[in-house]
């Protein structure tokens, strides 16, 4: 079983910055993606980031320039540096981590969330 957990998340003003970690655990034999999804109240969830095991990053445009999202193999933990916050950032923002476990199936976790809440 893998865990996912999220940190980092809380209340800024406008222009501001948050880091976010998501840290896995568990039976993984390795990690193949990480991605960073937020969800806003009466929105689906979307796609905030990613990134692969060789380090190929992908950003929504309504992030690109402000957040960036990178990878600590060492500590299995995956961060989101977002800077310039703005109050349309505010959202429950979500990790997800894909790879193979260490019964070599293949397995998506997320987990359970953290709120960001940008103020104007």
């Known amino acids: 079983q893998v865990r996912v957990v999220e940190s980092g998340g809380g209340l800024v003003q406008a222009g501001g910055s948050l880091r976010l970690s998501c840290a896995a655990s568990?039976?993984?034999?390795?990690?193949?993606?990480v991605g960073w999804y937020r969800q806003a109240p009466g929105n689906e969830r979307e796609q905030v980031a990613t990134?692969?095991?060789?380090?190929?990053?992908n950003y929504a445009d309504s992030v690109k320039g402000r957040f960036t999202i990178s990878r600590d193999n060492v500590k299995s933990t995956v961060y989101l540096q977002m800077n310039s916050l703005k109050p349309e950032d505010t959202a429950v923002y979500y990790c997800?981590?894909?790879?193979?476990?260490?019964?070599?199936?293949?397995?998506?976790?997320w987990g359970q969330g953290t709120q960001v809440t940008v103020s104007s």
């Open positions: 990134i692969t095991s060789s380090a190929i990053t």
């Open positions: 997800y981590v894909a790879g193979v476990n260490g019964s070599n199936r293949p397995f998506g976790s």
């Open positions: 568990g039976s993984i034999f390795t990690t193949h993606a």
